[in-house]
């Protein structure tokens, strides 16, 4: 079974740029996850999908993060303008359902480094 | 006050020792217990999960929750070299998204 694909693996901008994510989940998985995580600290969850609808994004900056899944498939996360601390691992995890308890399996992330 | 505490290490041991690694918490509604291992630059995996209260045994690896302390540990016995990783411990409600919440992670060496 193939895992979560994500792409790039590594970014480099200079802040206020715009940047974006791609991450293709498990097949068949439809709940999909994209974490922060800043270096030193565990995965922060930004925003939860189920399916191509948004069932959590409390803590999503809406007004430079963005994301979308379309098809319910694949997603792209985009921050647009980045700032110094944007910089962090997103990491792009997908389970089978919600509702109860299911294993998140996650992606080998993106590092963002903004300078 | 974080809702999960962690220690973030580095928790340094020698080869074939028993390794402790502990979280804390402040949320009574966490009924799920899961701690996940992650390599550098790797992506989390899962090593094990507990529902609730007590023990979970799965080869080398304990877990242990006591609800009554807020309180999560897991073992290791005989530790390895390729065991040197992060360990995160993150918990989860048993109703709404299930949301996950992560501890900072307790970074672990292991030395050969």
């Known amino acids: 079974e193939a895992g979560v694909a994500q792409s790039p693996r590594y970014k480099i901008i200079e802040k206020r740029q715009s940047v974006a994510f791609w991450c293709n989940p498990i097949s068949g998985h439809a709940t999909l996850y994209w974490y922060q995580q800043i270096l030193g600290q565990g995965p922060k969850l930004l925003i939860q999908f189920q399916n191509n609808g948004v069932v959590d994004d409390s803590q999503l900056p809406k007004d430079r993060f963005s994301a979308e899944r379309l098809k319910g498939v694949d997603s792209t996360l985009k921050i647009q303008p980045a700032k110094l601390e944007d910089s962090a691992v997103y990491l792009c995890a997908s389970s089978y359902i919600t509702g109860t308890l299911n294993e998140q399996f996650f992606g080998p992330g993106t590092r963002l480094t903004v300078l | 006050q974080k809702e999960v505490e962690q220690d973030p290490g580095p928790l340094s041991v020698p080869e074939g020792a028993i390794v402790s690694l502990n979280c804390t918490y402040s949320?009574?509604?966490?009924?799920?217990f899961m701690w996940y291992r992650q390599y550098s630059r790797k992506g989390p995996e899962l090593l094990m999960y507990?529902?609730?209260?007590g023990n979970k045994e799965d080869g080398r690896f304990t877990a242990q929750v006591d609800k009554s302390s807020k309180y999560i540990s897991l073992f290791i016995r005989d530790s390895q070299p390729s065991d040197s990783a992060t360990y995160l411990c993150?918990?989860?409600?048993?109703?709404?998204?299930?949301?996950?919440?992560f501890g900072t992670g307790t970074r672990l060496k292991v030395l050969a």
């Open positions: 993150a918990m989860s409600p048993t109703s709404g998204t299930y949301k996950y919440i």
């Open positions: 949320n009574s509604a966490f009924q799920y």
């Open positions: 507990t529902y609730s209260s």
